[in-house]
Nanobody, 117 residues
Framework: QVQLVESGGGLVQAGGSLSLSCTASGSTFSYYAMSWYRQVPGKQRELVAG???????NYADSVKGRFTISRDNAKNTVYLQLNSLKPEDTAVYYCNAPLGRNTVWPWGQGTQVTVSS
């Protein structure tokens, strides 16, 4: 069973930057598209950014131009660079492999991003 471990979150002022990482155990990582999601308490988890196995990327309108997703298949790791952060970006950030409206693997613990105004 693949385990996902997210890291890199923290507290940052508005306008600041953070770099998130998500490492997946197991050897099948490179075959899957990967996505970053975020969730605020009381709200549904939302898709933030995605990257195909070949490196094509897509972003939610709310983060386009500010966030950058990338991957290193040799390290079984997907990254999310967060720039020009806003208070509304505050959430727990998770990664997973999308499968239709579901995901392939169990969720990890996520990493908390808090942006102060």
């Amino acid at each position: 069973q693949v385990q996902l471990v997210e890291s890199g979150g923290g507290l940052v002022q508005a306008g600041g930057s953070l770099s998130l990482s998500c490492t997946a155990s197991g050897s099948t990582f490179s075959y899957y598209a990967m996505s970053w999601y975020r969730q605020v308490p009381g709200k549904q988890r939302e898709l933030v950014a995605g990257i195909s196995s070949g490196g094509n990327t897509n972003y939610a309108d709310s983060v386009k131009g500010r966030f950058t997703i990338s991957r290193d298949n040799a390290k079984n790791t997907v990254y999310l660079q967060l720039n020009s952060l806003k208070p509304e970006d505050t959430a727990v950030y998770y990664c997973n492999a999308p499968l239709g409206r579901n995901t392939v693997w169990p969720w990890g613990q996520g990493t908390q991003v808090t942006v102060s105004s």
